[in-house]
């Protein structure tokens, strides 16, 4: 008994030991908010005030000191999502991770997002603001990586500390646009539908110009697959430890459309969600400066921002600016492939990949005349049948760094604008509002033009040079809208009308969200933030109730179950409504899922149609496609001598869906609520872990909304009928300029990325339930309810 007792004690002494250290470590690791502190490189004092929600306002003498502090206070917070993000584009997550993320290196670094990057930095001006100020931030984040608190993260993953340079912020600017790309995921199996079933199946995909001015070009046949590029580079994006970004609302509403005559603006840009988010907020003010901003983790100025004169923010454009080239090795010399104007040598990349606990990878990469050979870097494709990936952004020039610093600097509507020019690539709705009562939105992007005929949405003939870009079109040719006499200018990553006849191609999303937005806005003249914090919230398809009617028609009632006519009934009686309590939305999305699969997984095989899946296409699709009694796609090519018609697929389908929600969900339809099968948990890297998960991962939450409403919470169909929630609103913002200093904001989870951190979640439900909190101005206001860190001038050189 003696001894049991003395085991005994000495087990609580060791878990008392453990809670101690835990709490201590916990103490010693979380950012520090309040007190005052050594930092080098600024000139005088500088103050920063953490809010409530641990929002950074810092007050400064000068930019530079005022960049320095930001670079400091945003490293102490989200340090391990700024390695994160400037690993990826450069292929550098093995060294972190070991070979789970090989193939995702493998790919990056064979891109050239590193070269691109370290030839525009060899271009800048070392003596503009944009360069001087940037280096400020870097010399903060590098201040903090030296004598600040080590993540949580670095230890366990044992991670050796870099300086921060400007290539990094860089390489994280280009994994940001080449994330903005659908071209990689589209082209390749538009292409395999093509060669494999003709033009004819295309044609309810809007890919014969029958959804624009395209001319069709007749090709025959290359005999290669090309779905492996669209499997394996999506696999690489859903495995990336930092989600890629989506798409987005914003409307921008005049004068005469607002309850007090003023501007009122409104954005809420559609990103993967992860843990931490992606933006963190930051006030900066000097006696020549003010901007309260939404930055991404490593880069210096603000992608989205607001002051007392105006406000900006993005949406995506959804253009294509990657093409993908068939090439032809020369049959004698592997080393040479053929052009227009005969053989010319690949150019050659030698890299290095370093995976932890193995032996480092080899990347040897080839490149064309269109750019980097993907056959090395994906897995799939036939090695003697190169296809070359074309991106703008690597092509043409990059000057990022100085068009965010001017967007964000802007002293006029004419400022801002020559900022916004300078963006060749990402394709960037950027909107604009402004205390004097302009509202308007430019397109970003290098915008270019192939020869007629030639349609970018397959993979294109690199040989003929007939299928090469024979245009650059001038920034005013893209599309814009300033002060138009409708009153707002808006965007939900719909196509933008032609211009000079020319309707220009990519892979822009349905009408859902677009006609909602429009229907909303047009009717009304009085809006002030509450209904635009409402807006933002709405969960309503204007769509989805039209598509039930149509599905609906083709059903034969009289033989059905009492739970089936009950089905019937709830979806005939919706609104288009996805609330929490709302049952349709569950029956509505599992008919849409298994109408999906009995119409396209036969001709496209079980992985194709889930590449399918994950299309912007597929979401065009549905409306059309369904009208179309004649479609070829209704026929199951597996069924030999009977030729199925729509009625039947649309009928099967549905009966199927009510088998499998009551085996899902039970036999009570009234249980079938959208909260159950509808949820979102926001996941860190680390909480792939199983025993990490409860500490390093935000939810679940049962969440409302869905795919393609303003309240865009988008998911992945899959055949357990669960819909867990991949990504949407990253945050959403309202500036009213009637009450500038009383501006709405709201992250997903929090502020810090440090789990240790009380603002590490502490904004998730009232994301969740559609609130906002306020972004302050005022500085009396701040300095009353904040927590104050002082930097004093270090004379550390």
């Known amino acids: 008994m003696k001894i049991f007792k003395k085991f005994l004690v000495g087990l609580l002494l060791l878990i008392a030991l453990v809670i101690i250290t835990a709490l201590i470590y916990g103490i010693y690791t979380k950012p520090k908010y309040e007190g005052e502190l050594k930092l ?10 953490f809010d ?3 929002v950074p306002h810092i007050y400064a003498a000068s930019s530079k000191d005022a960049m320095v502090a930001l670079g400091y206070v945003h490293a102490q917070d989200r340090l391990w999502q700024m390695e994160l993000l400037r690993r990826i584009a450069p292929g550098r997550l093995s060294e972190i991770f070991g070979s789970v993320t090989l193939k995702n290196d493998k790919f990056f670094a064979g891109i050239g997002i590193e070269e691109a990057s370290a030839k525009a930095i060899a271009k800048l001006d070392k003596k503009s603001p944009s360069y001087q100020l940037s280096i400020a931030y870097l010399n903060g984040i590098n201040q903090y990586l030296e004598e600040g608190t080590t993540p949580i993260e670095f230890s366990l993953l044992n991670i050796k500390k870099e300086k921060f340079t400007l290539k990094d912020v860089y390489n994280i600017f280009g994994y940001m646009s080449f994330s903005f790309a659908m071209a990689q995921k589209s082209d390749p199996l538009m292409t395999d539908i093509r060669n494999k079933y003709g033009m004819e199946y295309l044609k309810e995909f809007g890919l014969d110009g029958s959804f624009n001015t395209t001319k ?10 090309y779905v492996a590029i669209s499997k394996s580079i999506t696999a690489i994006l859903n495995q990336s430890p930092v989600s890629p970004f989506i798409g987005s609302n914003s409307w921008v509403l005049g004068p005469k459309k607002t309850k007090d005559g003023k501007v009122i603006f409104a954005n809420d840009p559609h990103i993967g969600f ?8 930051a006030h900066l003010v000097t006696p020549d400066f003010e901007l309260y901003g939404s930055y991404l983790a490593g880069t210096p100025y603000p992608l989205l921002g607001h002051n007392r004169e105006y406000a900006y923010g993005l949406t995506m454009f959804e253009n294509d600016d990657i093409d993908f080239y068939q090439e032809e090795t020369n049959p004698k010399d592997s080393n040479t492939y053929k052009t227009p104007s005969g053989f010319n040598a690949y150019q050659t990349l030698k890299k290095t990949i370093k995976v932890k606990d193995s032996t480092d990878m080899v990347l040897n990469v080839k490149i064309t005349r269109h750019g980097p050979v993907v056959n090395d870097l994906i897995d799939g494709l036939q090695k003697d049948k190169p296809v070359a990936m074309s991106w703008i952004y690597t092509q043409q020039p990059i000057e990022i760094l100085d068009a965010v610093y001017m967007i964000s600097h802007a002293k006029s509507k004419a400022d801002f604008q020559k900022g916004v020019a300078l963006i060749a690539a990402p394709g960037l709705n950027v909107m604009y509002g402004d205390a004097k009562g302009n509202v308007a939105w430019w397109a970003t992007g290098k915008l270019y033009k192939h020869n007629k005929g030639v349609n970018p949405n397959f993979i294109l003939n690199g040989v003929t040079g007939k299928d090469d870009i024979v245009e650059f079109l001038d920034f005013s040719k893209n599309p814009s809208a300033e002060n138009p006499n409708w009153n707002y200018v808006y965007s939900a990553n719909n196509q933008p009308e032609p211009i000079d006849g020319f309707l220009y191609p990519g892979y822009y999303l349905p009408e859902d969200r677009a006609k909602r937005i429009t229907h909303l806005l047009d009717k009304k003249s009085n809006w002030d933030m509450a209904a635009v914090g409402n807006m933002l919230f709405d969960n309503t398809s204007a769509v989805s109730p039209k598509i039930v009617k149509n599905l609906l028609l083709n059903l034969d009632e009289q033989s059905f179950s009492e739970t089936e006519k009950r089905a019937v009934s ?3 009686k919706w609104k288009g409504s996805n609330n929490l309590n709302d049952i349709a939305p569950t029956i509505y999305n599992k008919w849409i899922f298994n109408y999906l699969k009995n119409t396209f997984s036969d001709e496209l095989g079980t992985e194709n149609f889930k590449m399918f899946l994950g299309t912007h296409v597929v979401k065009q699709v ?28 649309i009928s099967s389908s549905f009966r199927e869906s009510i088998i499998a ?34 500490i390093f991962n935000v939810g679940p939450f049962e969440v409302s909304g869905t795919t393609e409403v303003i309240n865009n919470l988008f998911f992945d169909y899959t055949s357990d009928g669960t819909y867990e929630v991949k990504g949407g609103p990253s945050t ?7 009450d500038v200093e009383n501006s709405w904001s709201i992250l997903p989870t929090g502020q810090s990325g440090n789990p240790l951190s009380a603002h590490y979640s502490d904004q998730a439900e009232l994301y969740n339930a559609g609130k906002f909190r306020r972004m302050l101005l005022n500085k009396k206001e701040i300095v009353r309810t904040s927590t104050k860190l002082v930097f004093q001038p270090s004379k550390k050189k």
Do not use: C
């Open 661 to 694: 929600l009551e085996k899902q969900l039970g036999n009570n339809i009234e249980k079938w609520t959208w909260n159950k099968v509808h949820t979102l948990e926001h996941e860190h890297p680390m909480g792939k872990v199983a025993a990490l998960k409860g």
């Open 40 to 49: 080098a490189n600024i000139q005088k004092e500088t103050t920063v005030y």
């Open 216 to 225: 069709i070009k007749t090709a025959g046949v290359i005999s290669q697959q």
């Open 274 to 281: 992860s843990q931490p988010g992606t933006w963190y907020e």
């Open 570 to 572: 709830i979806l005939r």
């Open 622 to 649: 549905i409306t059309t496609q369904i009208r179309n009694e004649k479609s070829l796609w209704w026929d199951d090519v597996n069924t030999k001598d009977i030729k199925e018609s729509r009625a039947q697929i």
């Open 52 to 54: 409530e929600f641990g």
């Open 732 to 738: 959403r913002r309202i500036v009213d300029f009637s």
